[in-house]
């Protein structure tokens, strides 16, 4: 497995680093994880290969940027130059433990729901042959790269919010080439936090309750498996665990084929704009909320999938309240 971490020092340097057991590796000639990306493409190379072309002698305890001693983790990728040029984005109704949590939020009879039918039409229809197409599934917007958090960093809670919850997920990361190509740079553990008690009140809100901070990392895996991914999500609480559940993603665990979620989404010409990036999430196949759980600040929510680095980390952030009035001036 090749993974590469996205880092800075406390004078404020970014770094790109290849992990190498418990050690990062920097290389030379790159801040950024995007502009490996440009080289690679520049050269021919593939990103693995330009990664090793531009690996150096230097050294650092891994430890020293997980634990934030004396680095800070950034993102497992981004867009540096232009955070508006970073499309975050999800699909959803992917994985069968997912549905049942949206399904209980909603269902208040025995009528099938609307989330229960669109997981049916992409058990039907989500994994078609491979080269054809197959129904579309449900697909959001978290914002740009502005809303994007690494490893350690908080998540917050907006003052406006009704609530924030962890939905452990992987997310593919994407670069588009100078041709409008999409390419698959690699995959990330995410976190792709959201307003469960918001969208609980009326489906129709799911959109605003997606609009929240996220985190990816700490790791951007480069040939990732992504057949079966078994993990763990934990919630921490004042050092002890307070909630943990086994979570399950990977093409074996979903209703829909990676090939159709990014066929459905870089379908749309606006989505393959040269040197853009789109991190999008594939699903989720347990939450805490779904347990009953509400969060609050200091609580640390965990991601760990096996195969993809070392777990994804964040603590919760809540803003105090009231919110305030967000004002439109005239030109």
Same mark, same amino acid.
């Given at each position: 497995? #090749?993974?590469?971490?996205?880092?800075?020092?406390?004078?404020?340097?970014?770094?790109? $680093?290849? =992990?190498?057991?418990?050690? @990062?590796?920097?290389?030379?000639?790159? %801040?950024?994880? !995007?502009?490996?990306?440009?080289? /690679?493409? #520049?050269?021919?190379?593939?990103?693995?290969?330009? $990664?090793?072309?531009?690996?150096?002698?230097?050294?650092?305890?891994?430890?020293?940027?997980?634990?934030?001693?004396?680095?800070?983790?950034?993102?497992?990728?981004?867009?540096?130059?232009?955070?508006?040029?970073?499309?975050?984005?999800?699909?959803? @109704?992917?994985?069968?433990?997912?549905?049942?949590?949206?399904?209980?939020?909603?269902?208040?009879?025995?009528?099938?729901?609307?989330?229960?039918?669109?997981?049916?039409?992409?058990? %039907?229809?989500?994994?078609?042959?491979?080269?054809?197409?197959?129904?579309? &599934?449900?697909?959001?917007?978290?914002?740009?790269?502005?809303?994007?958090?690494?490893?350690?960093? *908080?998540?917050?809670?907006? $003052?406006? *919010?009704?609530?924030?919850?962890?939905?452990?997920?992987?997310?593919?990361? !994407?670069?588009?080439?100078?041709?409008?190509?999409?390419?698959?740079?690699?995959?990330?553990?995410?976190?792709?936090?959201?307003?469960?008690?918001?969208?609980?009140?009326?489906?129709? !809100?799911? *959109?605003?309750?997606?609009?929240? %901070?996220?985190?990816?990392?700490?790791?951007?895996?480069?040939?990732?498996?992504?057949?079966?991914?078994?993990?763990?999500?934990?919630?921490?609480?004042?050092?002890?665990?307070?909630?943990?559940?086994?979570?399950?993603?990977?093409?074996?665990?979903?209703?829909?084929?990676?090939?159709?979620?990014?066929?459905?989404?870089?379908?749309?010409?606006?989505?393959?704009?040269?040197?853009?990036?789109?991190?999008?999430? !594939?699903? /989720?196949?347990?939450?805490?909320?779904?347990?009953?759980?509400? @969060?609050?600040?200091?609580? =640390?929510?965990?991601?760990?999938?096996?195969?993809?680095?070392?777990?994804?980390?964040?603590?919760?952030?809540?803003?105090?309240? &009231?919110?305030?009035?967000?004002?439109?001036?005239?030109?």
């Amino acid at each position: 497995m #090749a993974s590469l971490v996205q880092l800075k020092n406390f004078a404020g340097h970014r770094f790109v $680093a290849l =992990v190498e057991n418990d050690a @990062l590796r920097l290389l030379t000639g790159v %801040e950024s994880a !995007y502009a490996l990306c440009q080289n /690679a493409l #520049a050269t021919g190379q593939s990103l693995i290969a330009a $990664a090793r072309t531009a690996a150096s002698g230097e050294l650092i305890p891994y430890d020293a940027a997980y634990q934030a001693h004396e680095w800070r983790m950034l993102p497992a990728f981004d867009h540096p130059a232009e955070p508006a040029r970073c499309f975050v984005t999800g699909t959803g @109704l992917t994985h069968r433990a997912s549905v049942d949590n949206r399904n209980a939020m909603h269902q208040e009879n025995s009528a099938l729901t609307d989330s229960m039918r669109m997981y049916q039409w992409g058990v %039907e229809g989500g994994a078609p042959q491979p080269g054809s197409i197959g129904v579309s &599934p449900e697909w959001f917007y978290k914002g740009n790269g502005t809303c994007l958090r690494g490893h350690g960093e *908080a998540l917050t809670i907006p $003052a406006f *919010a009704e609530d924030g919850g962890d939905e452990s997920e992987i997310a593919g990361i !994407y670069l588009i080439d100078g041709q409008g190509q999409p390419r698959r740079v690699g995959m990330a553990q995410g976190n792709e936090f959201s307003d469960h008690v918001l969208e609980k009140k009326n489906y129709l !809100y799911l *959109a605003s309750s997606k609009l929240r %901070e996220c985190s990816i990392g700490p790791e951007l895996i480069l040939d990732p498996d992504f057949d079966t991914v078994p993990g763990r999500a934990r919630i921490h609480r004042e050092g002890s665990v307070l909630w943990e559940k086994p979570i399950r993603s990977g093409q074996a665990n979903m209703c829909h084929t990676l090939e159709n979620i990014e066929h459905h989404h870089f379908k749309f010409p606006m989505h393959r704009q040269p040197g853009d990036v789109h991190i999008h999430f !594939y699903g /989720a196949s347990a939450f805490s909320f779904g347990d009953h759980v509400r @969060l609050t600040s200091g609580d =640390v929510m965990e991601v760990n999938f096996q195969g993809f680095g070392r777990p994804l980390r964040n603590p919760i952030a809540a803003e105090a309240g &009231p919110a305030t009035l967000s004002r439109v001036r005239g030109l």
